[in-house]
């Protein structure tokens, strides 16, 4: 089935821009999701369709996609933000829901 | 506001069962697909099904095979997930969450989990 990869881990200082990516093959075709994860937390979706946000979201976390890859980029990084951070399509060839495996964000 | 809270958790033997129950609120709960997504200690997000908005289809995950089935009902707007034939791999919390919009559309909100345990 459709595969989603992910960096397990990214690290970031406070101010700065944090990027994550969400690799999968001919991914262009697919909407991708985002969700956020604080430790002891439920997951929050952070950005859906590849681009749009969730109101309440911050301007500071935005979605897009190039080639194979999708990316989530926080700008202006707080302490905050440090959490697990998920990509997610649906596969309509399985009807499927795929998740990538996480990626960890650290603020040093 | 939406909300989904979720019972039924709990410890249970290997071959045991287990029927995880997520009430909702605040939305109309028959316009929507609702499904269940898992996370095992220390690991990712794991889909696990999704039920249509009418209940008219179900999809599963591959590792169900056939054990877990997830219903809805309208009249208490509840979703059910029964699990049956559990291991210990099924170990894990258990979310119930809401699709923003057709079945295929990202999850949004998201229960606050329920504790799954299968051990002996």
């Known amino acids: 089935s459709y595969v989603l990869t992910q960096s397990p881990s990214v690290s970031v200082a406070p101010g700065q821009t944090a990027t994550i990516t969400c690799g999968g093959s001919?991914?262009?075709?697919?909407?991708v999701h985002w969700y956020q994860q604080q430790p002891g937390q439920a997951p929050v979706l952070v950005v859906y369709?590849?681009?749009d946000r969730p109101s309440g979201v911050p301007q500071r976390f935005s979605g897009s996609k190039s080639g194979n890859t999708a990316t989530l980029t926080i700008t202006r990084v707080e302490a905050g933000d440090e959490a697990d951070y998920y990509c997610?399509?649906?596969?309509?060839?399985?009807?499927?829901?795929?998740f990538g495996g996480g990626t960890k964000l650290t603020v040093l | 506001q939406v909300h989904l809270v979720q019972s039924g958790g709990g410890l249970v033997q290997p071959g045991g069962s287990l029927r995880l129950s997520c009430a909702a609120s605040?939305?109309?709960?028959?316009?929507?697909?609702m499904s269940w997504v898992r996370q095992a200690p220390g690991k990712g997000l794991e889909w696990v099904a999704l039920?249509?908005?009418?209940?008219?289809?179900?999809l599963y995950a591959d590792f169900v095979r056939g054990r877990f089935t997830i219903s809805r009902d309208t009249s208490q707007n509840t979703l059910f997930l029964e699990m049956n034939s559990l291991t210990a791999d099924d170990t894990g919390v258990y979310y119930c969450?809401?699709?923003?919009?057709?079945?295929?559309?990202?999850?949004?909100?998201w229960g606050q989990g329920t504790l799954v345990s299968v051990s002996s």
């Open positions: 997610q399509v649906w596969d309509n060839g399985s009807q499927h829901v795929i």
């Open positions: 605040g939305f109309n709960f028959n316009h929507y697909g």
């Open positions: 001919n991914v262009a075709i697919y909407s």
């Open positions: 369709d590849n681009t």
């Open positions: 969450v809401k699709s923003r919009s057709g079945s295929g559309s990202p999850f949004d909100p």
């Open positions: 039920i249509w908005f009418d209940g008219s289809h179900t």
